[in-house]
């Protein structure tokens, strides 16, 4: 199984995609497989000989989902210590593709370094898109979507990071 490598002051911690769903919940397992596997793609650019240290990792993103925020401040402390800066409509996300309320784009900053990730076409289904952002959705629609966010997920997990996700060293 694989897992998320940081340091803290030198002290190395690692987390896997179970702790980091345990740390979230039920509810979005598709956004914290997303967080998975784009910190996985992105800090062995940012930190090749090291994992980074995790107080000094800040994010700006379109992805605004709570499965994502959940997994993202587990491992980095993003959230409470002020490094994760969400905006939807980052003039840079412009092209990236669109998840249910924002866009699959980050960037990551590390020592001076930052490195943006992108979600390749063809990972995150169209239907899962209409049913997540529909209004009123029925109790069969609500287990439909359910079953399409841990579906995601399992994919994704399946998957290398490097199969999913365009990464680009700025």
């Known amino acids: 199984m694989s897992e998320i490598h940081v340091l803290e002051r030198g002290v190395h911690f690692s987390y896997s995609f179970d702790e980091m769903l345990k740390y979230h919940g039920t509810e979005y397992p ?11 793609r992105a800090f062995p ?3 090749a000989k090291t994992p980074p240290e995790r107080r000094e990792i800040s994010l700006v993103t379109a992805f605004g989902g709570p499965g994502g925020r959940d997994a993202f401040e587990m491992v980095t402390r993003c959230v409470t210590d002020g490094r994760l800066h969400v905006d939807k409509n980052l003039p840079e996300a ?14 990551f900053t590390y020592r001076g370094r930052s490195v943006e990730i992108t979600i390749r076409p063809g990972h995150v289904r169209d239907e899962f898109i209409q049913l997540a952002r529909k209004k009123d959705r029925t109790p069969e629609e609500e287990t439909e979507l359910a079953g399409m966010k841990r579906e995601m997920a399992d994919r994704l997990m399946a998957s290398k990071a490097e199969d999913i996700y365009d990464a680009k060293v700025l």
């Open 30 to 40: 598709g956004g914290v497989a997303h967080a998975f596997k784009v910190m996985e």
């Open 45 to 47: 650019l940012l930190s």
């Open 94 to 107: 412009a092209d990236a593709i669109e998840s249910p309320g924002g866009r699959y784009y980050f960037r």
